[in-house]
């Protein structure tokens, strides 16, 4: 009994709480629920306007059954699919990832990495000149005395040793 | 004595692998052709007098079947004269003609040689309805799904309305709505009397 007397409370408490946690059943989904998936979708018949800012009355019924769809239980990817089926996928904002939709996201990568390609071949190209260990293979000597470049050297280099020599 | 002097190497000029240069320019080819393809598309009006009608296939709204069927086939109606309109709940110039087609339907169906088709133009359901009661239609009717007959067509907006002859090819089209009865009687008599 004493056992009893104790463990009421506690279950009093563990029920306040349960019931605390519970969330009121709200059967008509909110505006943002709506614009939600409306702004994930392209009014079908207005020029690349967003279905949750699009003014028209025809906007306005496609909010309206998305609200109806979602009322109903369905999930997001139910009700864009609908739109789809209904539509076509020209109502998705971002296109389904089939055939030449595909350009749409390979497209821009590829040309950034050949971008990208050919900027260091550009940027390692003035190093080519270089030696292996980063030395400049036209060496100068120690007396200052500007050695003639090798045999088969470019001749901007030659051209450019023989304008310093004539410097000094 | 020099820091290092070793023998200047021949520069070898290192470009583009030949293939990759072929790969390039094929991908930028192709590419430009997949644009010119959209705008030459986007550009076109919308199918001609004397062209052959697309075919497609009309899934009918419940209570709008076509001889109770629920699909339409329009390569099925051939040896009849079709008249196919583009409407939607949302679009008020499609209330102007709506009284009208439904009047002339009336007036050809018990012939049975003319058909009413009523394609619903990217709209919601309990609005066509409301639509199709609202103005007492009672010719066949259906959504255009994934807006696959619309673009066959390539309708520029509703409503349009397309009149086929008995051998699928198209005679007269409607830009905007019509202006009277008369003005869709004379058309489909004139293919009547063909």
Do not use: H
Not at chain 1, 131 to 142: A, F, K, V
């Amino acid at each position: 009994m004493k056992k009893l007397i104790w463990f009421t409370p506690i279950m009093l408490v563990f029920a306040a709480l349960w019931v605390g946690t519970a969330f009121a059943q709200d059967p008509t989904p909110s505006d943002d629920d709506v614009n939600r998936i409306a702004k994930q979708l392209f009014c079908p018949v207005c020029e690349n306007t967003p279905l949750d800012v699009c003014p028209t009355q025809a906007c306005a019924q496609w909010r309206a059954l998305i609200r109806e769809k979602l009322a109903a239980g369905w999930t997001e990817e139910q009700i864009k699919q609908y739109f789809v089926d209904q539509y076509g996928a020209r109502v998705l904002s971002e296109p389904p990832r089939t055939g030449l939709n595909w350009l749409v996201y390979l497209v821009p990568p590829v040309l950034f990495v050949v971008g990208v390609i050919i900027l260091v071949r550009t940027f390692r190209s003035p190093k080519e000149s270089k030696g292996g260990d980063g030395t400049d293979s036209i060496s100068t000597p120690t007396d200052g005395t500007p050695v003639q470049p090798a045999a088969g050297s470019d001749d901007y280099v030659a051209r450019l040793e023989e304008e310093l020599k004539k410097r000094n | 004595m020099t820091q290092s002097n070793p023998e200047i190497a021949p520069q070898k000029k290192r470009g583009v692998p030949l293939w990759v240069q072929v790969l390039v320019w094929a991908g930028l080819i192709g590419l430009l052709g997949l644009v010119a393809l959209g705008l030459n598309r986007s550009q076109q009006g919308t199918v001609q007098v004397g062209d052959k009608a697309p075919d497609f296939t009309l899934a009918t709204f419940s209570n709008y079947e076509y001889n109770g069927a629920s699909q339409v086939k329009l390569s099925e109606l051939k040896g009849k004269i079709v008249v196919i309109n583009f409407w939607a709940s949302w679009c008020k110039p499609c209330e102007q003609e709506a009284a009208e087609l439904e009047e002339a339907w009336r007036a050809y169906q018990p012939e049975g040689d003319v058909v009413f088709l009523g394609v619903d133009y990217v709209d919601t359901e309990p609005e066509a309805r409301g639509y199709l009661e609202k103005f007492s239609i009672t010719y066949p009717n259906g959504a255009d799904l994934g807006t696959r007959i619309s673009q066959a067509f390539r309708i520029k907006g509703v409503p349009e309305t397309y009149f086929i002859d008995r051998d699928g090819m198209i005679q007269y089209i409607q830009v905007g709505p019509f202006q009277s009865l008369d003005q869709i009687q004379s058309v489909v008599d004139s293919l009547k009397a063909k």
